[in-house]
């Protein structure tokens, strides 16, 4: 588990979650005698197991005694991640202006090795201007004080920062050409936008293709996804779907390998990504 402790809360949850598991199935434990020995009930044992939900110190000693693990080594790693699972990640900084169900999702994305995006209505919110996402809250915030929607903004500028991490993901990213004649914000705004999306096209880490108009329609035709990939073994693909006020985590393999058949349909639809600096050009000329 060497280098576990760099990552964030919500992966260090799932990892040790699934490692409690591995051990509680190897020792034939079921999950009502794991739930009674931390004098809980089974679905608690199966929500720490999921990485859903925070670790007690105490609960994951007496998990450890049950399953038999004594070597005071091996228990004081598990303990220490527990009690690095429990700290706050820097999202939780803008916990009054995240809704629950994104806080997850921001901790999975600090964490991907590759992100890879399907938008259909607007840029995708790691490679959006200052203005441009002031423009895109206000959709959903505009009668929120003028304080919360600068926090929401500088939440989303916060989340930028991993791109250029020297251990950056991968981020490609197929965007609509729709989403790019959308002048939110106004021309100015947009101009600023399409300017960026031309800069970050120069990022090794960053892929950026373009659906055109005149593909007609095309594999994706449900709306925008979200696909996550991860370095550790223990965390599956994840599928992320955001809705008006929730979202889906979509992690079983056949939900996965279906979102995955269409963005790889979708790269195939879309112009190729080296001709994305000129299809921004040319819309930034007509903007």
């Given at each position: 588990m060497e280098g576990l402790h760099r990552r964030g809360p919500t992966v260090l949850r799932i990892i040790l979650g699934a490692h409690l598991r591995r051990l509680r199935e190897a020792r034939g434990v079921s999950r009502e005698q794991a739930g009674s020995a931390i004098r809980a009930t089974h679905s608690k044992i199966s929500r720490l197991e999921l990485g859903r939900t925070g670790f007690k110190q105490r609960d994951v000693a007496d998990l450890l005694t049950l399953y038999r693990i004594t070597d005071e080594e091996e228990r004081?790693?598990?303990?220490?991640?527990?009690?690095?699972?429990?700290?706050?990640?820097?999202?939780?900084?803008?916990?009054?202006?995240?809704?629950?169900?994104?806080?997850?999702?921001?901790g999975l994305e600090e964490a991907a090795a590759v992100i890879r995006n399907y938008e259909v209505q607007f840029v995708h919110g790691l490679m959006q201007t200052m203005d441009y996402a002031r423009s895109v809250i206000l959709l959903r915030h505009a009668d929120s004080p003028t304080d919360e929607v600068e926090r929401r903004v500088e939440l989303r500028m916060r989340r930028q920062q991993l791109l250029l991490r020297e251990d950056a993901p991968k981020l490609w990213v197929v965007l609509d050409e729709s989403a790019l004649h959308r002048a939110l914000g106004g021309r100015q705004v947009m101009r600023g936008q399409l300017q960026h999306l031309l800069d970050l096209t120069a990022l090794p880490n960053v892929t950026i293709q373009i659906v055109p108009f005149a593909s007609g329609g095309h594999a994706a035709a449900g709306g925008p996804f979200t696909i996550l990939r991860f370095p550790d073994l223990d965390l599956p693909d994840?599928?992320?779907?955001?809705?008006?006020?929730?979202?889906?985590?979509?992690?079983?393999?056949?939900?996965?390998?279906?979102?995955?058949?269409?963005?790889?349909?979708?790269?195939?639809?879309?112009?190729?990504?080296d001709t994305t600096p000129d299809i921004l050009n040319a819309i930034l000329r007509e903007t």
């Open positions: 004081e790693t598990l303990l220490a991640l527990a009690r690095d699972a429990n700290r706050p990640g820097w999202w939780h900084l803008y916990s009054d202006v995240m809704p629950t169900w994104l806080e997850a999702y921001v994840v599928v992320y779907l955001e809705q008006l006020n929730s979202a889906l985590y979509l992690d079983k393999r056949s939900d996965v390998e279906d979102y995955m058949g269409t963005m790889e349909r979708l790269c195939v639809e879309a112009e190729p990504a």
